[in-house]
Structures are given as C-alpha cells and as structure tokens.
C-alpha cells in the first residue's frame, strides 16, 4: 500500500493498494564478456536510470543480479547436490527486481522497459502471494 498526501488547502490521503510482482531477466548476453569498460559502464547507466524511475514511483523494491553458476539441490531431502545451473544460455536467471504495481497489467507494461532486450533477455513476471503469517 502506497500512501499519497496532498496539501490543496486541504489535507487527506490517497491509498493506493499496490502488490508486489516479481521480475525475472532470463538469458541476453553478459555484457561485460568483449566489451569495453565505456560500454559496459554506459549499460549499466541504462539498469540505474530505470531502478531511478522506478524508485521515484515508489515501484522499485529491492533487485539484485546473480552470478553464473551455483549449485543445485534436488532428491528427497536434498541429497544430490550438483554445480550448476546447467541450462541453455536463453534459460539461465541473471537477476531479479521486486516491484509495486496496481495489477499484472502494470507490472508487465514495466518490465517492457528492461534495458536488455536487443540482448535477447526475456522478463518473467510472477506476484508475489501474500501469505498470513
């Protein structure tokens, strides 16, 4: 929830029932792989200006990248442990935001503005489930 206060000579609030989304980048190319410090810093420049606009809306949450590899833990109990991910480059996660948008309609129409689409990343847009606890 997202609380607006105006001052027109009057004063009350605005609540704007907002849920979380969860945005996730598959895939695109490393931008750092061949790539010159200028390039590489100007790309980030783009992720930063969008976390910025995001974050004035109060949409922006948290997000972090990932780094390759890991490891993966499957079997009863957790038993097999292997390195990983194992998967094509179009299937790896590089990263994740978490958002406020009114609906799924919304949070899509952010993730439109992922800076890494001409390098062929795909977005996944998932709510979150509130969960009483």
Known sequence: MI????????????????????????????????????????????????????????????????????????????KTVTDGPYTEGKEIVGGFFIINAKDIAEAVAISKECPDFDLGTTVQVRQVMKMDM
Do not use: C
Not at 51 to 68: M, N
């Open 3 to 78: 609380r607006h206060k105006h001052d027109n000579n009057f004063n009350f609030s605005k609540t704007i029932f907002m849920e979380k989304f969860m945005l996730i980048f598959h895939g695109g190319s490393s931008t750092s792989l061949g790539q010159s410090a200028e390039v590489i810093q100007a790309h980030m420049g783009k992720w930063m200006a969008w976390i910025d606009k995001l974050a004035k809306k109060e949409q922006y949450v948290s997000g972090e990248p990932l780094l390759p590899g890991g490891k993966l833990v499957a079997g009863t109990n957790g």
